[in-house]
DNA sequence: TATTGTTATACTCTATAACTATA
DNA sequence: TATAGTTATAGAGTATAACAATA
């Protein structure tokens, strides 16, 4: 193997350039990253409790407030005090909640063509697979 | 191209990861993120300014101050007054401060080999080269 | 006056602690 | 008492502004 910079320093160059590119595609629909995160994070399946997205999203059950807040004041989720413990919230995205949703991800994955278009065309394949297994490990190094 | 996470998202992951990783190792020789960056930085050339040194590892000028005082004490790095501009400092390793360095990337080498390891032998030659070919692109994507 | 390095200050992001309401 | 959500506070990390030394 030959000499090549750190790991870290490469995928951290990376991502920051990417979550950067990513920002004026969010901005065209109105989202930040947070908001697109938790977008993503519903669009899954709706969940019970802000703590349940917190943790599934891995931030801070302090940090999405103003960011729900955000999305329930457009439109983009429903939140409603569950009826069965009115402590918790339910949580999902309404259709129009789904359909941001859908848009942002298209110009993001629009973007990423862009980008992964520099590689060399048979690396695309082994390099996006690589980083879908190592990201997936990632929380357990080594 | 079948579906998967966003690009940002897998590489923010993967990249947190490896900084993690990373952090003990260096700890081993005493060193924190930016010090180590600094010690690779210096080690390429010796640089006449604090300033070039910040430009050229993306941080701010102030913010590398801290850091060169403590390699400083440590006998890590020597920094100067430049004779013929005692305004500028210049800055390079000290023996000990490549001992140091080395080491660390060492370190951080054996770290790095047991996560790529982790791979399909056939992904990891094009997942490097990808990855050296997206970094080096980074600063300025479409 | 302009530049290098430094210190002081402010800002952003995030986490922790304290509070309200439900159970 | 315990839990979900919220608000208030405090702590990193970083950038900006002001300052001292040198040119």
Redesign the interface.
Known sequence: ?RD???????????????????RPVLAEHGLTMWAY?VLLALGDRPLRTQAALAESIGADKTRIIAVLDGLQGRGLIDRVPDPGDRRARLLSLTPEGRRVRDAA?RG??A??E???A???E???E??????????A???G??
Not at 4 to 22: C, F, G, Y
Not at 127 to 134: D, G
Request: glycine share 0%; aromatic share 4%; net charge positive.
């Open positions: 193997m090549r910079p750190d790991l870290a320093a490469m995928t951290e160059t990376l991502s920051r350039a990417l979550v950067e590119a990513e995160v991800r993001i994955r973007m990423e862009r980008v992964l520099r590689l060399a048979e690396d695309r082994p390099f996006l697979r690589a980083l879908r297994t190592l990201s490990l990632a929380p190094f080594p």
